[in-house]
């Protein structure tokens, strides 16, 4: 066989695989909550898609740098969805003052207080979900993701969600909310032209608003919360 054949033969099968190598898909659908009677969803965009890849794949998410603003007494966005490693800005956009911390095992951490205009960060470097809180105002809640899938998406206000440019394969889909005990998952199958989830509701009637606790641990002066 001349090297020429070879060469031939070599770009013929590369053409052959390269499609399949290559492909990847869009997977979609909507997400609903069930809700108690007389109850609302108005925070669909809080839901949280994302697929993890066999264990064995080597996708990994590169980092970002993203923000959530302090305004208003609220986190916003309220949640935010990064790839492991990111690092999160929390501009405070009030004429007061604000803090941010979390308590989580594997990412405590704690701004400390600082006014109008002032920044702090956070670099997130282990995957899980981070709730944080503000030490001044108990009500604000926020959450971020950390994930090491790169893919990932939250939902619109309506529910609707598209995880772009996904490779053929085998994942397991992740739903989560923050009023949703327990995250939902279910294996699928993604193919070339990508993965129609179709509609996923999750069931939020045994959520229960509990205060958390500041800081240190204790409850909430109300001094502190009223004075700014
Ligand atoms: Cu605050």
């Not at 264990?55 to 986190?75: C, D, E, Y």
């Not at 470097?125 to 790169?150: A, E, W």
Request: one cysteine or more; proline letters at 7%.
């Amino acid at each position: 066989m001349s090297g020429k054949t070879v060469v031939r033969r070599s770009a013929m099968l590369l053409m052959f695989l390269a499609p399949a190598l290559g492909a990847q898909g869009a997977v979609s659908g909507q997400v609903s909550l069930l809700e108690r009677p007389g109850e609302q969803s108005e925070d669909l965009s809080d839901v949280v898609v994302w697929l993890e890849p066999p264990p064995t794949s080597r996708a990994r998410s590169t980092p970002v740098a993203a923000t959530i603003q302090l305004q208003g007494r609220q986190f916003t966005p309220r949640v935010r969805v990064v790839p492991e490693g990111s690092k999160i800005e929390f501009p405070n956009m009030d004429s007061f003052s604000h803090n941010v911390f979390s308590k989580a095992p594997d990412g405590a951490f704690d701004t400390g207080v600082y006014g109008r205009g002032r920044t702090k960060d956070q670099t997130f470097k282990d995957t899980g979900v981070f709730p944080i809180y503000c030490n001044i105002h108990p009500r604000m809640t926020g959450y971020v993701v950390v994930l090491r899938s790169p893919y990932f998406a939250q939902a619109g206000d309506d529910g609707r969600f598209t995880v772009p440019a996904v490779p053929a394969g085998a994942y397991t889909l992740h739903v989560w909310h923050d009023r949703v005990m327990q995250e939902t998952t279910r294996p699928v199958t993604v193919n070339a032209s990508g993965f129609a989830v179709g509609r996923v509701e999750l069931d939020a009637r045994g959520y229960r608003y509990v205060q958390h606790k500041n800081k240190y641990g204790q409850e909430y002066t109300s001094a502190a919360g009223d004075r700014y």
